[in-house]
């Protein structure tokens, strides 16, 4: 996995897009429209930011399966947010289900009016 594949996984889901908000290599996905647009993935050139459950205690079964691989987020951790690396134990079809995982948890707190056409719930 790199970040190319890993952004262009992310961009084909329904309603997302990039934003670089903080002026670094590697943008943010968001889903949602404009403003009320919401991160899903923080794109890493050595990994990718995702919610990794609805509660820290669900996002911590991540750092017990891949310890070293799957940290918790610096600052949005608490919330249930891991950063997970790409190239090491990790398999890249789970980080890919991680992504989904993260968009499906952040598409179901937008008003409903707000998600994107083509999500599936």
Request: net charge negative; charged share 30%.
């Amino acid at each position: 996995m790199d970040v190319a594949r890993m952004q262009e996984h992310c961009l084909a889901k329904p309603g997302a897009w990039a934003d670089n908000p903080w002026d670094h290599d590697h943008p943010v996905i968001k889903v949602g429209e404009g403003e009320r647009g919401k991160i899903f993935a923080f794109l890493g050139a050595g990994g990718v930011g995702v919610k990794g459950g609805a509660t820290r205690e669900v996002a911590d079964e991540w750092l017990d399966r891949f310890p070293g691989d799957a940290t918790v987020m610096r600052y949005i951790g608490r919330s249930g947010w891991n950063d997970l690396a790409f190239g090491g134990a990790i398999p890249d079809d789970e980080l890919l289900e991680a992504v989904d995982e993260s968009y499906r948890l952040v598409v179901e707190k937008l008003p409903k009016k707000h998600r994107p056409a083509g999500w599936e719930g």
